[in-house]
C-alpha cells in the first residue's frame, strides 16, 4: 500500500473534483497526509479494499452507476460515518 502526494495530477480535468483517488494498491492525494485527514483516507482505504476483492466490479460499477449513486461510493461514505463515530472494531 502506497500513498503519494501528487498535486499537479488534480489539475488535469478528471481529477479537479477529488481530493484522493485510489487505484488497487494506491492512493493518490492532492495534499499530505495530515492536510487531507482522517476521514479522506479512510475512503480511499475502503475504495482500495473494494478493489482488492472485486477488482474489476468495482471499477466498472462507475460506468453503470456514476459517481453519487454508486453502491461502492456509498459503501465508503458509510465507512468514513462509522469510524467518525466510533463503531469500528478491530479484531
Known amino acids: 500500500m502506497r500513498i503519494l502526494v501528487v498535486p499537479a495530477l488534480f489539475r488535469l480535468p478528471w ?11 494506491l492512493i493518490l492525494l492532492r495534499r499530505g497526509v495530515e492536510e487531507s485527514g482522517d476521514d479522506l483516507l479512510a475512503h ?4 482500495v479494499w473494494q478493489m482488492q476483492h472485486r ?5 466498472l460499477s462507475y460506468l453503470v452507476h456514476g459517481y453519487t449513486r454508486n453502491p461502492y461510493e ?18
Open 15 to 25: 481529477f479537479r473534483r477529488f481530493d484522493g483517488y485510489a487505484a488497487w494498491g
Open 44 to 47: 480511499e482505504l475502503c475504495h
Open 55 to 59: 477488482p474489476l466490479a468495482m471499477p
Open 74 to 91: 456509498r459503501e465508503a461514505r458509510n465507512a468514513v460515518d462509522e469510524t467518525q463515530a466510533g463503531n469500528v472494531t478491530v479484531p
